[in-house]
């Protein structure tokens, strides 16, 4: 088998002022979904596969506000939304605000592979949901007690949702993402979140937005951003990192680096950026305190926070 | 009083094979539009001003597919999405999935200065509007007869949404825009839409996400866009507009036409196009058969379709 590129992975768990007794988990977190999503590559799957696996184990996993683990909105209810895009084709899939669901990336893809669709949210999406058979879990399923734990300080400490809100990125947001490439040179990119604690019913973030929390096109790269949403959103900052090389003809690290300068600059955000490009180059980087990440590229497994 | 910039307007009514029997409603759709808008400027109102009562009466005008007049999702619901932004801040607001809701763009407007978030999607939105004091209207009083027969005709045609869908903008879809700038030079845009016929529940398409339905930012210029929702969010057609006006330094038709040939060529999508750049310049494009607009500047209406 002629292998046209080295299958790369690269995956985050959020960026943010991530508490030092959460370091250890969160590296340990990212280091075992790019592993999974690597190991699906050197067994010849395609990077949409390995995207989607790495998202599920980081949903899974309970360090990280995407899946189990996401923060409550006002109303005390985990509200969910993921995107997953194919830099072959451009094709996408995505959910946000949709309720009960254990990995919504794994929906966000069904949405793309079986839907005229990209984005289906609330309700909507929940009915497409059990049409396909992606049964409802429990809501208790994907709360901890320390999402709990959180809301209720945000609560106490205030009434008012709007006034909790910064734009320094010290609000928890372990978004997660990853962008891999395949021996074939595909590129696929995913994002899935939880969003900000004692959000809004009803608000949506960056992550399921194509442009701002994911971006991927073969010709030039895949991105997955994470950070303070709405910033992100303001500059779209996904398609940024990707026009910044294409156009500049700027790395992958160094792109990364050049948009979250843009977004602080243009709207005063904070946030991280991981991207591949074309050719199996890993980049990555941050403007808040940490962001941890993990990547393996030709059997190597590198890691940071 | 020093004017530094010629006020400017330009609005759409929707990209797509407009039949002949719409065509004088359409043109006299848009033209009373543009100049509600562009009334609003030369009184010294802002762009943003401008931009919601332009996209206001686009949405009352049940020749529209936007507020009054929207088509029915598969289930015979109106859900709408609206966008509006601010190119002086990139501030933005949208609402997505909405439902009886008389004029989306000013609860898009209210998201973005009563909120910290940017998108408020389904019961959460219609949640926000009843705090916000923002009335519900009956059902029905969004729905025209002519949307009823269109509904009841694709319903009898197929019962699976999924097979209607095609991309070559033959399916109704009248979303509206507007672009304007203010004396001051600073340029915002508006977007809404009842989105495409049958669509399913809690589909949303490019209308209310930035940088695919509109996109705004005083430096380079505004755009909103129209035509096949899901294309124009693959290619994040808005913001590519302006990258092309930005990086290569086209003109506003020029961009205009550029990024819709992009779009034709990386995911065979047509659409249209509405530009005004920093300068006040104005430009337009489309790729469909069809594309009702209009524009005012120096004392000067044109429309076209």
Redesign the interface.
């Known amino acids: 088998m002629v292998r046209t590129c080295n299958p790369a992975i690269i995956v985050h768990g959020g960026a943010w002022s991530i508490p030092d007794d959460a370091v250890t988990a969160s590296v340990h977190g990212v280091e075992k979904a790019a592993s999974v999503g690597y190991e699906a590559l050197i067994n010849g799957r395609t990077a949409l596969d390995a995207v989607e696996a790495a998202v599920r184990n980081l949903e899974d996993d309970p360090i990280f506000d995407a899946g189990t683990g996401s923060v409550l909105n006002e109303d005390g209810v985990v509200?969910l939304d993921s995107i997953i895009m194919n830099g072959k084709?451009?094709?996408?899939g995505a959910v946000?605000?949709v309720k009960n669901i254990k990995n919504p990336v794994s929906l966000a893809r069904l949405v793309m592979e079986?839907?005229?669709?990209?984005?289906?949210?609330?309700?909507?999406?929940n009915?497409?949901a059990a049409q396909n058979g992606v049964d409802e879990v429990e809501p208790e399923e994907l709360v901890t007690p320390a999402a709990v734990e959180e809301w209720k300080r945000f609560k106490q400490y205030s009434q008012t949702?709007?006034s909790l809100?910064n734009k320094s990125g010290q609000r928890p947001s372990d978004t997660v993402g990853c962008v891999a490439i395949d021996k074939d040179g595909n590129i696929a990119c995913g994002t899935s979140t939880g969003g900000i604690t004692a959000?809004?019913?009803?608000?949506?973030?960056d992550s399921p937005?194509?442009?701002?929390g994911a971006?991927a096109d073969n010709a030039v790269g895949g991105v997955s951003t994470t950070g303070h949403?709405?910033s992100i959103?303001?500059?779209?900052l996904a398609?940024h990192v990707l026009?910044l090389m294409e156009?500049?003809k700027l790395g992958p690290s160094e792109a990364a680096h050049a948009a979250l300068d843009y977004m602080r600059t243009?709207?005063d955000g904070c946030g991280g950026v991981i991207v591949i490009d074309s050719k199996g180059n890993i980049g990555h980087a941050f403007s808040t305190k940490r962001m941890a990440w993990a990547s393996y590229s030709e059997g190597t497994l590198a890691s940071g926070i």
């Open positions: 509200e084709t451009l094709s996408c946000a605000c079986k839907t005229p669709h990209i984005l289906l949210v609330g309700e909507g999406a009915k497409f949702v709007d809100f959000k809004r019913a009803g608000r949506v973030g937005i194509v442009g701002c971006y949403g709405e959103m303001k500059v779209t398609r026009y156009e500049r243009k709207v």
